[in-house]
């Protein structure tokens, strides 16, 4: 079945540090990737997402390249802002006529002034 | 603006006692889940409902029921609470089958059993 392997956590970084956080997946097809974003006390928010290979998604300064090559959906970011603090998930869906999300176990990240 | 609305935000409950958990969405959409988060262990899909009147498992079922009560609502309902079902519960809906649409997620209910 589908599968989403993320970086284990916590991450914690000071500002302005650059980030990664590793997403890689396993699933039948052509999947449509996502990151979503969980603050403290809050359900999960979309951040980006990409839906065929080679696709970039971009948001808030986050980005992430579907590469299919490698399984992989790493999120970067150029410059952390405490503001960033967070859990960050890494998840898809199957293109096989559901829309069912899969999950990573998430990557908590703290970032410190 | 409320996008995906739940109820209550938190409950205790006994162990074999009965609760439903509310969740309604003002977005027009197809389709709604329900995901228990808990820690190590990312979301996993308890139920979903792609359309008014159908229901299907997820990849946790067991010792949960849903109605889907109109396309705005959407309830999940535990008969004899266990302290396995001690979680965090999401409901979420998007507006259907087509696997870019995103998923809008509730803030969740934190429910504990004793």
């Known amino acids: 079945g589908d599968s989403v392997t993320q970086m284990e956590g916590p991450v914690t970084l000071s500002e302005e540090a650059f980030l990664t956080i590793n997403c890689t997946y396993t699933a039948t097809g052509y999947p449509s990737l996502f990151w979503y974003v969980q603050y403290p006390g809050e359900g999960l928010q979309l951040l980006l997402k990409a839906t065929k290979a080679d696709d970039k998604g971009s948001n808030k300064g986050f980005e992430a390249t579907y590469r299919k090559e490698t399984t992989s959906f790493h999120l970067e970011k150029g410059s952390v802002q405490v503001s960033d603090s967070a859990v960050y998930f890494c998840?898809?869906?199957?293109?096989?006529?559901?829309?069912?999300?899969?999950f990573g176990t998430g990557t908590r990240l703290t970032i410190i002034p | 603006n409320a996008g995906v609305t739940q109820t209550p935000k938190f409950q205790v409950l006994k162990t074999g006692q009965s609760m439903t958990l509310q969740c309604a969405q003002d977005m027009n959409h197809n389709s709604m889940y329900w995901y228990r988060q808990d820690p190590g262990m990312g979301l996993r899909l308890i139920y979903y409902?792609?359309?008014?009147?159908?229901?299907d498992k997820g990849e946790v079922p067991n010792g949960y029921n849903v109605s889907r009560l109109n396309k705005r609502e959407f309830s999940l309902r535990l008969e004899s609470a266990a302290p396995s079902q001690t979680s965090v519960y999401f409901c979420?809906?998007?507006?259907?089958?087509?696997?870019?649409?995103?998923?809008?997620f509730g803030d969740g209910t934190r429910l504990s059993i004793l």
């Open positions: 998840a898809l869906t199957s293109n096989f006529g559901n829309e069912k999300l899969t």
């Open positions: 979420a809906s998007s507006a259907g089958r087509i696997s870019n649409q995103p998923q809008h």
């Open positions: 409902s792609a359309s008014e009147g159908t229901t």
